[in-house]
């Protein structure tokens, strides 16, 4: 005969939330392909320039895999939580770049032309340098929100940042753009790359709060809805601020992503299609002005419109005292002669675009060896990159970290697009950058920078709730024993 006891016991496990998975061995494995794919890309390139695999494959593998492997476990160790896809596909970029640059390094042309030194070996070391700020973002900004307490400094710094090369003795002119400043024992740095990321923190910050004021209207035009006037003064200042950027520093790509980037937070913070639509029209009434008077802009107009007439004026030697441009052209010659499948690693032409083909021209670079297939997988890629950037602004709980987001992965992608529709011939182009693959340590250093932030607010927005506290009050249970 079988007794039952009643025995009160207090319930003292709880439940866990299930969370998302950390994710960490999924982008460890992706990282490897990550890192393998330029050590082939590498291997491949000796063995088309002069049939032997390069001396230097295992240093050069050996120091992606050891740069990867940093920026791994600091994710691993600081933002557990965050996108497995961002820091992979930053890493093939980066590593498709340096082999790229390694590549013109070897052009008997290149080497032949005055002050020529290698390339890849400082784009290694800056690499390195954004590693270590990536990491150093995730250790210390431990909470993204903070930022927001920061906005109106972020403001003043990034203007510092922008005024920086018009500053007589520390500002270079170079090629007619006045982007850079010159750092003596250091060489050139281009503080707009900074002054970007800064910006989307002060854009964040402030239509955080304005964003319920931005987004009321007083009448309705042609089915779209007209902001109020003393509403327009935000818009007016940017615009204005830009169009200063454009005049001053003759610097057509840094005005267009700082308005592009703030319309683009205006229309995410306040669902406004008007403002869209006034962004675009003011961005190209303040580019036709300009343009109609600054000589630089109009040689890049010309090089746009009419490519050829400008290569015939370039090699011409014309002292019009203009500077003309015959990379246009040659970018154009590079993506032809590319066709679908490209030359192959180590087999085209691109060094005839000169000192511009590992840096500003780049992509043509890569479209004549790797072809219009190559071209569409590395825009891809770029395409990924901005669309985890999004997913994450989605994912985010606060609405500063959402707007936040946007600006970095919106900034980001306007990028990509100014940068290669100016190579292509689509637009006028900019003097900008891609992102990660072009030689530059301000670009690569900064783009970093950008990653840990973007990755920083993924782990905050992925990271699973904390389970509940014991309660003391919890019911008693009943244990049945035969």
């Given at each position: 005969?079988?007794?039952?006891?009643?025995?009160?016991?207090?319930?003292?496990?709880?439940?866990?939330?299930?969370?998302?998975?950390?994710?960490?061995?999924?982008?460890?494995?992706?990282?490897?392909?990550?890192?393998?794919?330029?050590?082939?890309?590498?291997?491949?390139?000796?063995?088309?320039?002069?049939?032997?695999?390069?001396?230097?494959?295992?240093?050069?593998?050996?120091?992606?895999?050891?740069?990867?492997?940093?920026?791994?476990?600091?994710?691993?160790?600081?933002?557990?939580?965050?996108?497995?896809?961002?820091?992979?596909?930053?890493?093939?970029?980066?590593?498709?770049?340096?082999?790229?640059?390694?590549?013109?390094?070897?052009?008997?042309?290149?080497?032949?032309?005055?002050?020529?030194?290698?390339?890849?070996?400082?784009?290694?070391?800056?690499?390195?340098?954004?590693?270590?700020?990536?990491?150093?973002?995730?250790?210390?900004?431990?909470?993204?929100?903070?930022?927001?307490?920061?906005?109106?400094?972020?403001?003043?710094?990034?203007?510092?940042?922008?005024?920086?090369?018009?500053?007589?003795?520390?500002?270079?002119?170079?090629?007619?753009?006045k982007i850079w400043i010159s750092i003596p024992g250091l060489g050139t740095l281009q503080p707009g790359e900074f002054a970007k990321i800064i910006l989307a923190?002060?854009?964040?910050?402030?239509?955080?709060?304005?964003?319920?004021?931005?987004?009321?209207?007083?009448?309705?035009?042609?089915?779209?809805?007209?902001?109020?006037?003393?509403?327009?003064?935000?818009?007016?200042?940017?615009?204005?601020?830009?169009?200063?950027?454009?005049?001053?520093?003759?610097?057509?790509?840094?005005?267009?992503?700082?308005?592009?980037?703030?319309?683009?937070?205006?229309?995410?913070?306040?669902?406004?299609?008007?403002?869209?639509?006034?962004?675009?029209?003011?961005?190209?009434?303040?580019?036709?002005?300009?343009?109609?008077?600054?000589?630089?802009?109009?040689?890049?107009?010309?090089?746009?419109?009419?490519?050829?007439?400008?290569?015939?004026?370039?090699?011409?030697?014309?002292?019009?005292?203009?500077?003309?441009?015959?990379?246009?052209?040659?970018?154009?010659?590079?993506?032809?002669?590319?066709?679908?499948?490209?030359?192959?690693?180590?087999?085209?032409?691109?060094?005839?675009?000169?000192?511009?083909?590992?840096?500003?021209?780049?992509?043509?670079?890569f479209g004549e060896e790797l072809g219009l297939a190559g071209i569409m997988a590395i825009l891809v890629i770029y395409g990924l990159i901005a669309e985890r950037g999004i997913r994450t602004a989605l994912a985010a709980r606060d609405p500063f970290?959402?707007?936040?987001?946007?600006?970095?992965?919106?900034?980001?992608?306007?990028?990509?697009?100014?940068?290669?529709?100016?190579?292509?011939?689509?637009?006028?182009?900019?003097?900008?950058?891609?992102?990660?693959?072009?030689?530059?340590?301000?670009?690569?250093?900064?783009?970093?920078?950008?990653?840990?932030?973007?990755?920083?607010?993924?782990?905050?927005?992925?990271?699973?709730?904390?389970?509940?506290?014991?309660?003391?009050?919890?019911?008693?249970?009943?244990?049945?024993?035969?």
């Amino acid at each position: 005969m079988s007794s039952s006891t009643n025995t009160p016991t207090h319930h003292t496990s709880t439940i866990g939330s299930i969370g998302t998975p950390s994710r960490r061995n999924t982008e460890l494995a992706l990282l490897v392909f990550a890192v393998l794919i330029p050590v082939f890309a590498y291997a491949n390139v000796g063995l088309a320039i002069d049939g032997t695999v390069p001396a230097g494959l295992l240093s050069y593998g050996l120091g992606l895999g050891l740069i990867a492997g940093v920026g791994h476990l600091g994710v691993r160790k600081f933002a557990p939580y965050a996108d497995p896809l961002l820091l992979p596909l930053a890493t093939l970029l980066n590593g498709l770049g340096l082999v790229m640059i390694w590549r013109l390094d070897q052009s008997k042309l290149l080497q032949s032309l005055p002050n020529f030194a290698q390339a890849a070996p400082r784009q290694l070391m800056y690499t390195a340098l954004g590693i270590g700020l990536f990491v150093a973002v995730l250790i210390f900004l431990k909470d993204h929100r903070v930022l927001q307490r920061y906005t109106y400094i972020s403001m003043f710094a990034a203007l510092v940042l922008l005024l920086l090369p018009l500053v007589p003795g520390l500002g270079a002119n170079i090629y007619g753009a006045k982007i850079w400043i010159s750092i003596p024992g250091l060489g050139t740095l281009q503080p707009g790359e900074f002054a970007k990321i800064i910006l989307a923190v002060f854009f964040a910050g402030y239509l955080m709060v304005k964003r319920d004021a931005l987004a009321l209207a007083s009448r309705r035009f042609m089915g779209l809805y007209l902001p109020r006037g003393r509403d327009l003064g935000p818009i007016l200042v940017v615009w204005f601020v830009s169009i200063l950027i454009l005049v001053f520093e003759t610097d057509l790509g840094t005005s267009l992503l700082f308005f592009g980037m703030f319309v683009i937070m205006l229309y995410v913070a306040t669902e406004r299609t008007s403002w869209i639509v006034f962004g675009l029209l003011m961005s190209a009434a303040g580019a036709v002005g300009v343009a109609s008077f600054e000589p630089h802009i109009q040689t890049r107009v010309q090089a746009w419109l009419n490519p050829l007439h400008e290569y015939k004026l370039s090699q011409a030697g014309t002292h019009d005292g203009i500077l003309h441009s015959e990379q246009a052209m040659q970018a154009l010659w590079a993506f032809g002669s590319g066709g679908t499948l490209g030359t192959g690693w180590g087999q085209g032409h691109s060094e005839l675009i000169r000192f511009a083909a590992n840096s500003d021209f780049i992509l043509a670079s890569f479209g004549e060896e790797l072809g219009l297939a190559g071209i569409m997988a590395i825009l891809v890629i770029y395409g990924l990159i901005a669309e985890r950037g999004i997913r994450t602004a989605l994912a985010a709980r606060d609405p500063f970290g959402k707007l936040l987001a946007v600006g970095l992965s919106g900034g980001f992608a306007l990028q990509v697009f100014v940068v290669a529709g100016g190579v292509m011939g689509l637009i006028p182009l900019t003097g900008m950058t891609m992102p990660f693959v072009a030689y530059g340590g301000s670009s690569v250093i900064a783009n970093w920078a950008l990653m840990g932030i973007l990755i920083r607010i993924s782990d905050t927005a992925r990271r699973p709730a904390p389970a509940p506290a014991p309660s003391p009050d919890a019911e008693m249970t009943q244990v049945v024993r035969p």
